[in-house]
């Protein structure tokens, strides 16, 4: 399984960014993949996720509602969109899964699969 980030950048606050995580390599429609942060000198945390089983989506208790994740199945990408970016936003956000296993287990950071990670920088 290859996981390959794109999107991040230098972004005012206020603005908003898109983040894609092109997957590949899965045997199954059975994972779960998501998106987790990590801000320099903090350790990683959970964004959101995903449930290729049944499309349904979870934000952690952290994320606020200008978080939305979503697949494109068609281009086998998953996007996480961030509205009125924030300062404290600025992390490496990393695309993250999980083959047969469900978004509560990848929520735990039990991933398999890791991508390289995408630096969004917010300026105030």
């Known amino acids: 399984v290859q996981l390959v980030e794109s999107g991040g950048g230098l972004v005012q606050a206020g603005g908003s960014l898109r983040l894609s995580c092109a997957a590949s390599?899965?045997?199954?429609?059975?994972?779960?993949i998501g998106w987790f942060r990590q801000v320099s000198g903090k350790e990683r945390e959970y964004v959101s996720c995903i449930d290729s089983r049944d499309g349904r989506t979870y934000l952690s208790k952290t994320a606020d509602g200008r978080f939305t994740i979503s697949k494109d199945s068609a281009k086998n990408t998953v996007l996480l969109e961030v509205n009125n970016l924030k300062p404290e936003d600025t992390a490496v956000y990393y695309c993250?899964?999980?083959?047969?296993?469900?978004?509560?287990?990848?929520?735990?950071?039990?991933?398999?699969?890791w991508g390289q990670g995408t630096q969004v920088t917010v300026s105030s």
């Open positions: 993250a899964a999980a083959p047969n296993e469900p978004c509560i287990v990848l929520a735990d950071g039990l991933a398999d699969y």
């Open positions: 390599g899965f045997t199954s429609e059975d994972y779960a």
